[in-house]
């Protein structure tokens, strides 16, 4: 059966990195998942303790059968999650050297947004993170 890749960044307006934190940026991309889907692959670069709290994968998609979680060495350039974080810094960096003014995060991803339409970028507010 063929899949699609989609490439998603999830900006937040505050610096919470636990375990709450990590799966409230999970929730709206796992969202989008058609219910058909049955396996999901979890690619980090993270530690593993950011992710301890698997039983919420269980209890927030039911359908999902495989949950499986791949740790990158941490560093950067390790993969596509860095290729898709990168991307998002350098068209804001590029934007920056063009004399664009990004005071805060909401320009922070509206500027991409409006540049790069092959990911998919979104705020989380400390209100959803809590």
């Not at 934190?21 to 670069?45: C, E, M, Q």
Request: charged share 20%; with cysteine.
């Amino acid at each position: 059966m063929p899949y699609t890749i989609q490439s998603f960044c999830t900006l937040p307006d505050c610096l919470d990195h636990g375990v709450h934190a990590i799966w409230a940026h999970l929730k709206p991309i796992l969202k989008t998942l058609p219910y058909s889907v049955n396996t999901i692959h979890f690619w980090s670069d993270r530690p593993s303790t950011q992710y301890r709290n698997k039983q919420c994968s269980r209890d927030m998609f039911p359908n999902v059968q495989h949950f499986t979680w791949n740790y990158h060495e941490a560093g950067y350039g390790k993969g596509a999650p860095d290729g898709i974080g990168g991307t998002c810094k350098r068209t804001a960096d590029n934007l920056v050297s063009q004399g664009k003014y990004i005071p805060d995060v909401g320009t922070l991803i509206s500027a991409p947004k409006e540049n790069i339409d092959k990911i998919i970028i979104e705020e989380m507010t400390k209100y959803d993170i809590k």
